[in-house]
């Protein structure tokens, strides 16, 4: 059940309507709580926990990083390092994102490794020559992103 903010602020929501909008279920919300993933903001008069919007949308980032085969607990490093970081890190932010970014494709390479030993030698000549130019050069571009970060912090 939706709770009506007391003058302007944002909503809140009791934990069955928080795991209806994202789209998990109750369980599933417990048990992020109980890993420190989310938290509730504060309690109701008949102490319900109640959740925000900032916490809906974590949810929905937390799914989406499991479904890029992240595990919770990599998932919960990446949060506690953005708790740490001030407003002003926001490139930082960006650039610990990428970072996850690249590690789900590094993961997702090495499952494509199988793949690539089923395929005859013109095909995985085929397929380097199509993804190699663009994929080097964005590889390149993190590299660099990446040790630029290092040496500021």
Known sequence: MRQAPAGPGPSLYRI???????GVS??????YTGLGL???????????????????ERIRRIEQLKAQKF??????????????ASPNELVERKLADLQL????VEREAKELEAVLDHLKPKQVAKLFRAITPQTAACVEALMLLLSKSETML
């Open 71 to 84: 595990s919770l607990e990599e998932i919960r490093d990446h949060f506690l390092k953005l708790q740490r």
């Open 26 to 31: 109750t369980r599933t919300i417990d048990y």
């Open 101 to 104: 970014h690249l590690a789900q």
């Open 16 to 22: 069955g309507e928080l795991a209806r909008l994202a």
């Open 38 to 56: 989310i938290k509730p903001v504060k309690r109701s008069k008949g102490n319900y926990r109640l959740y925000d919007d900032e916490t809906l």
